[in-house]
């Protein structure tokens, strides 16, 4: 451990240097102490994701007993502590024994990318209309490091705009729960469904739906494929109108296929759209 390169001792005196180091790659320090026999368990997990990653992280090494104020300064209450820094601040941490698993995964969460800058300059080229361009650097950038799940968001976003569905539904079906933001994956499959749904719905043509309704009223099953066609084309509030409608005036029709219709196109519209807040309200207070 002493001979690698990437794993260093560290105390009060010097700790600004480990800051200054966390602006050009992630630093994990190890809260640690000689008679802590945890500590001595995860020393070699630690040890080998590091040296395995080859200077995209390093450790650094405290004793908790010789930097006391140190410990203190970080809120460590328990040993073995492990603090990620990344740009001189704590963005992550885990106390006690963890799997090298659940480690690696913490570290591509934070890990300062080597192709971050192809990646931002994939963005600005898709934001200034050339996404073919955005498209072929993202895929390089995925070339060099597979498993950069931001990286796979954007791409799979950039495709999405593009129309290119499957390729985006497989790139955002790669990405697991804690690799990017959970909005943000949310959105990116709640997009995706809603693009499919309408590429799939044809031509909107709703007069024999609205004929039926005009026949029969209480065409429940009529009110319920207006809604789904009109939210296939983009039409959401009215489609949810209609489901509305339903879940208020038979609201046991179908096993309360009103409700679940609106609960399914709220959840297709994903957490960022305002009419998700306003039709829960709406449902909300038919139920109470």
Sequence with gaps: MADSP??????ESNFEQVLQHSHRVLVLVDFWAEWCQPCKTLMPILSKIVNDLQGQVIMVKVNSDQSQNLAAQFGVRSIPTVKFI??????????????????????????IRPTEPYRQQALALHQAGESDNAINLLQQVLQHEPDFAEAKADLASILLA???????????????????????????????????????????DTSAL??????????????LELAQALIAHGEYEQGLENYLLVMRKNPTYNEGAGRKGLLSTLELLGPKSPLVKKYRSKMFSLLY
């Excluded at 990437?6 to 105390?11: K, P, S």
């Excluded at 001189?88 to 090298?100: C, H, I, N, R, S």
């Excluded at 997009?191 to 309408?198: E, G, H, N, V, Y």
């Design 86 to 111: 990344k740009e001189g601040k704590v963005v992550d941490e885990f106390m006690g024994v963890q799997p090298a698993e659940k480690i690696q995964q913490m570290i591509a969460k934070h890990r």
């Design 6 to 11: 990437f794993i260093f001792e560290a105390n």
């Design 162 to 204: 593009q129309g290119q569905l499957e390729a985006a539904e497989v790139l955002v079906n790669e990405i697991a729960e804690g690799e990017v933001p959970a909005d943000q994956l949310n959105q990116l499959k709640a997009d995706i469904r809603l693009a499919t749904l309408q590429q799939a719905a044809g031509n909107l």
């Design 210 to 223: 609205e004929a039926r309704l005009q026949a029969n009223p209480e065409d429940w099953d009529a009110y």
